[in-house]
């Protein structure tokens, strides 16, 4: 599935591949089910690649048709580390004929938690092809601002949570100010997520430039 983003004048800018799991039996179950079992093994670098490939063959295909996408995918620490990640996404790449300039990797701050100067390699030779790297979930965490300055990033996602209670609850609101400055500081594009009433949106543009996605503007859907 995919959910737009769109800027502050409405204009479309991208959107967020998020995997759905069709079951035969329970239906469609969602990430939150099966993502966090997936990510105790394995079993979430085949779950990632197969979703990074989706979103390589659809970029590559509406690139074709004529209406370049630009997506941006989550990825999961794991995967990251796999030994051989940076090869094989440049090879999924040119085999599928994605613009690298189109895919924004969504990653969290637990990538950081070993190894950071590998990490911060690793992202260097992604960023070179013109990959984007974005800091999901931003403020939920540790939200160390030293991961911001030395981690190459274009883009904070701020997490929902702050957004939908910013319009009427004052520490979050102050969050949400604080990300926007710090964003701006560091020259940082930012993405706000969980939009969903027109105040939250209002919020958002009486402070700052932002790219919204919530369901606002789109649920996430099936790509097609
Ligand atoms: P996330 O990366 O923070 O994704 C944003 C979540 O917010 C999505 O939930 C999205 O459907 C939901 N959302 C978007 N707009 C709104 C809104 O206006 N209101 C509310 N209440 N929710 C909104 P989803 O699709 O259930 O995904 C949950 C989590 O599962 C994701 O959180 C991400 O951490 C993980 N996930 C999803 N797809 C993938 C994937 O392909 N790979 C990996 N590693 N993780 C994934
Ligand atoms: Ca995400
Ligand atoms: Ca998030």
Same mark, same amino acid.
């Given at each position: 599935?995919?959910?737009?983003? &769109?800027?502050?004048?409405?204009?479309?800018?991208?959107?967020?591949?998020? +995997?759905?799991w069709?079951?035969?039996?329970?239906?469609?179950?969602?990430?939150s089910?099966?993502?966090?079992?997936?990510?105790?093994?394995?079993?979430?670098?085949?779950?990632?690649?197969?979703? &990074?490939?989706?979103?390589?063959? =659809?970029?590559?295909?509406?690139?074709?048709?004529g209406?370049?996408?630009r997506?941006?995918?989550?990825?999961?620490?794991?995967?990251?580390?796999?030994?051989?990640?940076?090869?094989?996404?440049?090879?999924?790449?040119?085999? @599928?004929?994605?613009d690298?300039?189109h895919?924004? =990797?969504e +990653? @969290?701050?637990?990538?950081? !938690?070993?190894?950071?100067?590998?990490v911060?390699?690793?992202? #260097? *030779?992604?960023?070179?092809?013109g990959?984007?790297?974005?800091?999901?979930?931003?403020? @939920?965490?540790? #939200? #160390?601002?030293?991961?911001?300055?030395?981690?190459? !990033?274009? *883009?904070?996602?701020?997490?929902?949570?702050?957004?939908?209670?910013?319009?009427?609850?004052?520490?979050?609101?102050?969050? +949400?100010?604080?990300?926007?400055?710090?964003?701006?500081?560091?020259?940082?594009?930012?993405?706000?997520?969980? +939009?969903?009433?027109?105040?939250?949106?209002?919020?958002?543009?009486?402070?700052?430039?932002?790219?919204?996605?919530?369901?606002?503007?789109?649920r996430?859907?099936?790509?097609?």
């Amino acid at each position: 599935y995919i959910q737009p983003q &769109l800027d502050a004048q409405g204009k479309l800018t991208g959107s967020e591949a998020l +995997v759905r799991w069709r079951h035969p039996v329970r239906g469609l179950i969602p990430p939150s089910v099966f993502v966090p079992v997936a990510e105790e093994s394995d079993l979430i670098v085949d779950l990632g690649a197969w979703v &990074l490939a989706e979103a390589c063959q =659809l970029m590559a295909r509406e690139d074709m048709a004529g209406h370049p996408l630009r997506l941006s995918a989550n990825l999961s620490p794991r995967h990251f580390r796999q030994k051989n990640f940076v090869p094989w996404l440049r090879n999924l790449l040119s085999a @599928t004929g994605a613009d690298p300039t189109h895919l924004t =990797l969504e +990653v @969290t701050e637990g990538l950081m !938690i070993d190894n950071p100067n590998e990490v911060v390699d690793k992202m #260097s *030779e992604l960023t070179a092809i013109g990959i984007h790297f974005s800091l999901d979930d931003f403020g @939920t965490g540790y #939200s #160390s601002l030293a991961y911001i300055k030395r981690l190459p !990033i274009h *883009e904070l996602k701020i997490d929902k949570t702050f957004v939908q209670d910013a319009p009427t609850d004052p520490d979050d609101a102050a969050l +949400v100010e604080t990300i926007l400055a710090v964003a701006q500081h560091m020259h940082l594009k930012v993405v706000a997520e969980g +939009v969903e009433t027109e105040e939250q949106a209002a919020f958002l543009n009486a402070r700052a430039s932002v790219i919204h996605q919530g369901y606002l503007y789109g649920r996430p859907e099936p790509a097609e």
